[in-house]
């Protein structure tokens, strides 16, 4: 009983003093980011590249922080501000917002957060195989002499890479047609290590992209917006938004547009582990 008598007097006291009680101080702290995993490493082509939607509340960020993958990023809703290298202000700032791409190499530190007055989500493109720039100082760039794609060479020569596209201005990004019905963006890549290339692609309605068979590099793809088939080997496999296809190297493939308006989707193809350089 004297017990039980101790610990109320203590938490009358707690209160009296001004303490929080624990269930305020958590209801307190700021909520995380939500990352949605939609592709894991295992079930890709390579078991190298994941995909994952990432949500981050109005007033939330992704902290500072380097990753042992590359990383491409695009901004699907919502606004916010980027910093790289360092915390905000004293990294290098950028506006984002819908329909930018972000590419970072391995290890090199960036931090999200939302400015905006609705959630700030984005897909993320993760690809393991790459190499983080040795003895690098905190908020400091490495540059070496020499850099090449596909980390497979011995003492490969790598180094910090940032790459920011801003995909549908046409002065600064200019499209390509295929066709009447394919437009085709790049998304830039600096420094790119196990990313082979990164597209933002535009399917017309009831269009389809060539066929086409898979060859030295492994695809993975993620739409934007439409719904339609991606079509491998003959077999018909239906997508919507939100969707992620991989592709297979050696397979006859392609994308039909079944609905009345454009398909948006990002395509990228990334280096096997052992393909030659």
Do not use: C
Not at 177 to 185: A, F, I, K, M, Y
Not at 235 to 248: C, E, L, S, T
């Amino acid at each position: 009983m004297n017990r039980i008598h101790h610990k109320f007097a203590a938490a009358t006291l707690a209160l009296a003093f001004g303490a929080a009680p624990i269930q305020a101080q958590v209801a307190n702290q700021a909520p995380r980011p939500v990352h949605k995993t939609l592709l894991p490493f295992e079930e890709s082509m390579g078991k190298d590249t994941s995909v994952e939607e990432i949500t981050i509340g109005v007033g939330q960020r992704m902290d500072l922080g380097g990753f042992p993958e590359e990383r491409l990023y695009y901004v699907l809703d919502g606004r916010g501000i980027l910093s790289v290298y360092d915390k905000f202000p004293d990294g290098d700032t950028y506006n984002i917002r819908p329909d930018i791409s972000l590419y970072f190499t391995p290890g090199l530190k960036h931090e999200l957060f939302n400015t905006g007055t609705s959630p700030l989500r984005l897909v993320v493109f993760r690809v393991k195989g790459g190499i983080v720039p040795p003895n690098v100082p905190d908020g400091a760039v490495y540059w070496p002499t020499v850099s090449k794609p596909g980390v497979t060479v011995d003492k490969p020569a790598v180094g910090t890479g940032f790459w920011i596209t801003y995909a549908f201005d046409e002065h600064s990004n200019t499209s390509v047609t295929e066709g009447q019905r394919l437009q085709v963006r790049r998304l830039g890549l600096r420094r790119a290590q196990k990313f082979a290339g990164a597209e933002l692609l535009v399917l017309g309605e009831n269009g389809k992209t060539r066929p086409s068979v898979g060859g030295d590099t492994n695809s993975t793809g993620y739409i934007i917006s439409g719904e339609g088939n991606w079509v491998r080997d003959g077999k018909r496999y239906p997508f919507k938004a939100g969707a992620v296809r991989v592709g297979q190297p050696g397979a006859l493939q392609f994308t039909e547009n079944t609905a009345g308006y454009p398909i948006t989707y990002i395509a990228i193809s990334t280096f096997p582990d052992k393909t030659p350089r």
